[in-house]
């Protein structure tokens, strides 16, 4: 099974999906994969998420699928039988950091601050995602944590941009970066899957 650290290594970017569509679930997840990017996190921030991941787990085997916004146990389980293959969650509380282990699948647990970042690294966690990035700091702060904390990694996600991300990856302890703007909502709504494969594109092609 991969691990936290080899999720990092999938893509420079990692998507952010929001689906209002469940039918823009697949051509989303084609138009990505043509694109370069080999990972998507559907986030559960809308009612359609769920069926959006197990739509994409059946008809699109070849991304790396994880589940977002994982905030509580409950959508653990429920995005783990809908088959996602990692979770990732905007904070770290107990009992969702317990129900990511039961899972049985990798996760992203987020971290905002350097105690976070530290709790979690002794639960042996040293992939993480930061959130939200830019309101938390942003570059600077990154920069700051990596000569106390040199073993963590992280995908940095919230407020990043095309224009900002190849800044962020340019740091040592950041492995890729969260970024929704592959799938800006306009393309969504009218169904221009092409944009996206070409937006995937470009991001394909960041350096690290």
């Given at each position: 099974?991969?691990n936290?650290?080899?999720?990092?290594?999938?893509?420079?970017v990692m998507?952010?999906?929001v689906?209002?569509?469940?039918?823009?679930?697949?051509?989303?997840a084609q138009?990505?994969?043509?694109?370069?990017?080999?990972?998507i996190?559907?986030?559960l921030r809308?009612?359609?998420?769920?069926?959006?991941?197990?739509?994409?787990?059946?008809?699109v085997p070849?991304i790396?699928?994880?589940?977002?916004?994982?905030?509580?146990?409950?959508?653990?389980?429920?995005a783990t039988?809908?088959?996602?293959?990692?979770?990732?969650t905007?904070?770290?509380?107990e009992r969702?950091?317990?129900a990511?282990?039961?899972s049985?699948?990798p996760?992203?647990?987020?971290?905002?601050?350097?105690s976070?970042?530290?709790?979690?690294?002794?639960?042996?966690?040293?992939?993480l995602k930061?959130?939200?990035?830019?309101p938390?700091?942003?570059?600077?702060?990154?920069?700051?944590l990596?000569d106390?904390?040199?073993?963590?990694?992280?995908?940095?996600?919230?407020?990043?941009?095309?224009?900002?991300a190849?800044?962020?990856?340019?740091l040592?302890?950041?492995g890729?970066v969260g970024?929704s703007?592959?799938t800006p909502?306009?393309?969504?709504?009218a169904?221009?899957?092409?944009r996206?494969?070409?937006?995937?594109r470009?991001?394909?092609?960041?350096a690290?």
């Amino acid at each position: 099974m991969i691990n936290g650290h080899e999720l990092l290594a999938l893509s420079p970017v990692m998507p952010v999906v929001v689906l209002d569509d469940v039918a823009d679930a697949v051509p989303v997840a084609q138009a990505l994969l043509a694109g370069g990017i080999r990972v998507i996190e559907l986030t559960l921030r809308t009612p359609v998420a769920l069926a959006a991941i197990a739509r994409v787990a059946s008809e699109v085997p070849e991304i790396v699928l994880g589940a977002g916004t994982v905030t509580t146990p409950e959508q653990a389980k429920q995005a783990t039988d809908a088959g996602a293959k990692f979770l990732v969650t905007p904070g770290s509380t107990e009992r969702v950091l317990e129900a990511a282990f039961g899972s049985g699948l990798p996760f992203l647990p987020g971290a905002g601050t350097v105690s976070e970042a530290m709790r979690l690294a002794e639960q042996g966690l040293t992939a993480l995602k930061f959130f939200p990035a830019e309101p938390s700091g942003g570059l600077a702060y990154l920069k700051a944590l990596a000569d106390p904390l040199p073993q963590l990694r992280f995908c940095p996600t919230g407020g990043i941009s095309a224009q900002s991300a190849p800044s962020y990856l340019a740091l040592s302890t950041v492995g890729c970066v969260g970024g929704s703007w592959l799938t800006p909502k306009d393309a969504l709504v009218a169904k221009d899957f092409d944009r996206v494969t070409a937006l995937a594109r470009e991001a394909a092609t960041l350096a690290r």
